[in-house]
């Protein structure tokens, strides 16, 4: 049972409170209905709440040929087909087409109290034009939307709370998408200082292990072309994965669920010229390059590894899970974006792969620089999981408050206890951050 709402408060169909009208398409047939002065709103073009720009125009004949109509600035759109419910509001004069209404709201309501019960009802609305297909029909259920209506002093006094309550919503959104960036410039600095020395400049000292030495990368592992003849083999059904840089997730694991599959031949093929082995890596040197990856290993072969691949195989004296922290650093990008071919596609030759300049610290050190990355990435995957289920909370909030907004029970304190809880979080996620990146640690 629905709550009774606070006295003085009506619940009036949209039809009574505004106008309500939707626009229309000039026929695309008619060049001359295009191209003009007149901005012309699509679905797409609806982005934020604020629309000022649109991707297509019109001009006056194509206004005169078809039923779309100029609304004027600060009319409310409301999206009544395909995407149903998506609201914006003009920031300039402009048409719109026939998935879109254009709503003006009649002096007994204010135009942001209707415009945030329109975005509190959004959902609704979708739900009631689930398998609906006329166009007129959808309009029919938008006006006859029921509106809770408090007098106008206090639509102005919700507007007032909510305008602020959203402006701190926003700031906290603009501090919270900082996070995937910190998070990205963290790991390649510390990458950095692991393949440099810097990350162990302290450890090392007294250890008498002295300067590292820089050799080539054939020299720590074997640098395998598994695919000599380059020549993709025709995919088959319910054959062996050929496995390329795009089964390859932004964790550097393999989804096996979407890659081509190819015959069993070819996994022959490759078994006679290779043998995989723990600690073995994946390297993309056509397309995509870098993107290095440790591949699973199973107790028979199921997979093979395509033409875009070089499979990158540690020697007993190195440690692979340090190489696959330098293979993804910094550095080894540099060196992929000086050295690659310019094709139609980014290349990076086997040779060129074989030689790269490889530190080669002691067995102890490549240990103790993967621990602490180690460490200080668990860091990093700590605050990121902050930082989704911090995002995830946030983006249910607008929809919270409006709800309680037009049960008519929002005051001044619960719109404190809404966001104190999510700056504190970021704030703490923020500064543990920062500190690391400032300390380099």
Known sequence: ??????????????????????????????????????PWVKISDIRRLNVSTTEE???EEGIKNSSTKIFPKGTILFTI??????????????????????????????SKFLTYSLINLSNKIQESGKGVAQNNINLTILKNTKISLPPLPEQQRIVGKLDALFGHLDSLREKLDRIPT????????????????????????????G????????????????????????????????????DVDSKGRIDFSNSTLVSSKVLEE?????????GDLGFGKIGTLGKPFQLPIFKERTYTLSANIILIQPKSNYNPKFLFYY???????????EGAKATSQPAFGIKKARVFPTPN?????????????????????????????LKAKIDQLPQAILAKAFRGELVGQEVKEYVVEEIEGLMAAEEQLSYRVKTKT
């Not at 087909?81 to 309501?109: E, M, R, Y």
């Not at 692991?194 to 008498?208: D, P």
């Open 1 to 38: 049972m629905e709550k009774k709402l606070p006295k003085g408060w009506k619940v009036l169909p949209l039809h009574e409170i505004s106008s309500i009208k939707s626009g229309g398409t000039p026929s695309r047939a008619v060049s001359e209905y295009w191209g003009g002065n007149i």
């Open 57 to 59: 125009s019109i001009t």
């Open 81 to 110: 087909f395909a995407s149903i419910g998506k609201v914006g509001i003009l920031q300039i004069d402009a048409a719109t087409n026939q998935a879109i209404a254009g709503i003006t709201p009649k002096s007994i309501v204010e």
């Open 182 to 209: 910190l998070l990205k410039n963290f790991r390649q600095q510390v990458l950095t200082q692991a393949v440099t020395g810097e990350l162990t400049k302290e450890w090392r000292e007294g250890k008498g292990l």
């Open 211 to 246: 300067e590292w030495e820089y050799i080539d990368l054939q020299e720590v592992a074997d640098v395998v072309d598994p695919h000599p003849s380059h020549r993709t083999p025709p995919p088959v059904i319910g054959g062996i994965p050929y496995i390329s840089i795009k």
């Open 270 to 278: 490759h078994i006679k010229r290779y043998e995989l082995k723990e």
């Open 327 to 337: 293979l993804d650093s910094p550095i080894i990008n540099k060196l992929l974006k």
């Open 361 to 389: 610290p002691s067995k102890e050190e490549q240990k103790e620089i993967v621990s602490q990355v180690d460490a200080l990435f668990s860091l990093a995957d700590k605050i990121e999981s902050q930082y989704v289920s």
